[in-house]
């Protein structure tokens, strides 16, 4: 089976994880710093915090913006499950805004009706999560603009777009959003097994997200509410979690990293080369706008049903019976049992429904061969 997505472990990488073995911290010792810093200088960001997952860094991020209780929550029904669910985490009301057909990331249009509505019904969000679908920028300018506007925050779920750029400058840098995530699954650009960081270029929420990764607990006497008992002495001052990276994962994505741009150009390449043979078939890539550099975590496809000969379904199956492992990125999250039983029902976001109805992942990843890429076009040109 070709997969819609994998990694690529190199000697290198192989190399400095068993380095991190043979040394004295496999967690908590010099690794995650050092990624820290080099995630962060390459985005251009001025704090990094890694965790032990986006899910995770995601979470932090709502606590450290002060999420909770009473709160709205706004993202793309077209995400993964956890760009919502962060917000479920802290108490908060989570909402959604439809799609823009073309670039499938939310429609800053609709967003600017809904926030125009809401501020006259006293529902305004406190935060936004807009999600770079398949690594393409959303629109951080506008929506910063309508930021300042109804006054709430920003946070990118970029878990598919570390080495992305919007406007020549690279997605991670918080130019327009209070903090990024990114997600380091095996599927995303780099891996390091699970993890996760956030970048901030603000150091009070910086700091807070670090207090919360590990359990609350603070070792500066600075942060502690009384002086200390002695030189063994710490404080958890507030509850948090146990969200670390490891050493061993650190020095995987430290390694990873420096392949960053080569996965990013070979991922482009390879999008290139499917867009050129798809042309001329009944399917419409994501679009992509000038100003945007996707990562191209992912190559959506949506079929133009009336045109295919087969059914959405059928087209689908036929992909996965000839080995090859199409995906669907994503179903909409409102219409998922658990938000359903939240108040979200079908006819809710009509642009989502209607790309669920169209959408088809194609494999993409590094080391896809086009062999393999020619296997995958002659098998969609005979489904649809
Ligand atoms: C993968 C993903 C996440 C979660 O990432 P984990 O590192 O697996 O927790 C969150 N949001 C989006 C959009 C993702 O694709």
């Known amino acids: 089976m070709i997969p819609y997505g994998r990694q690529q472990i190199s000697d290198a990488d192989i190399q400095a994880v068993v380095e991190v073995l043979k040394s004295d911290y496999l967690t908590q010792g010099p690794a995650v710093p050092a990624f820290e810093n080099a995630v962060a200088a390459y985005c251009g960001a001025g704090h990094a915090v890694a965790v032990n997952s986006a899910t995770s860094a ?17 993202t793309s029904p077209i995400t993964f499950v956890a760009s919502a669910n ?19 990331n939310i429609s800053v249009q609709a967003l600017a009706e809904k926030l125009h509505r809401a501020e006259q019904s006293g529902r305004l969000p406190k935060v936004v999560i807009p999600v770079h679908l398949c690594g393409l920028p959303c629109d951080m300018a506008e929506i910063h603009r309508l930021s ?18 919007y406007r020549d400058q690279p997605i991670g840098n918080c130019r327009y959003s209070d903090i990024s995530v990114f997600s380091f699954h095996p599927v995303k650009i780099i891996t390091t097994g699970e993890g996760g960081m956030a970048l ?34 710490y404080q958890q001052i507030e509850l948090g979690f146990n969200y670390r990276m490891t050493d061993l994962q650190a020095a995987l994505g430290l390694s990873q990293l420096k392949r960053l741009d080569a996965f990013v150009a070979r991922r482009h390449r390879l999008a290139g080369f499917y ?60 219409l998922q049992p658990y938000y359903r039983q939240r108040g979200f029902k079908p006819g809710d976001f009509p642009q989502a429904e209607r790309y669920y109805a169209e959408a088809l992942t194609l494999p993409l990843y590094p080391d896809l061969s086009e062999a393999q890429q020619l296997h995958v076009i002659a098998t969609l040109r005979a489904s649809v």
Not at 86 to 104: K, M, N, Q, R, W
Not at 304 to 323: I, T, Y
């Open 58 to 74: 995601l979470h932090l991020a709502c606590l450290a913006l002060g999420v909770r209780a009473g709160d709205f929550v706004w």
């Open 86 to 104: 962060c917000a479920l985490y802290c108490g908060a009301e989570v909402d959604f805004v439809d799609i823009d057909p073309s670039t499938c």
């Open 148 to 165: 300042k506007r109804y006054g709430f925050r920003i946070l990118e779920d970029a878990s598919h777009a570390i080495g992305g750029k």
């Open 200 to 233: 901030t270029n603000d150091s009070l929420l910086a700091k807070r997200m670090t207090l919360l990764r590990s359990h609350g607990i603070t070792r500066e006497a600075a942060e502690m509410t009384h002086e200390a008992d002695g030189p063994w002495y």
């Open 275 to 334: 867009r050129q043979y798809l042309a001329g078939l009944p399917v419409v890539p994501q679009s992509q706008p000038d100003d945007c550099y996707s990562a191209f975590h992912l190559f959506v496809i949506r079929l133009q049903n009336s045109d295919c000969k087969m059914p959405h379904r059928e087209v689908f199956c036929r992909l996965r019976d000839a080995g090859i492992g199409v995906n669907l990125h994503y179903i909409p999250v409102h």
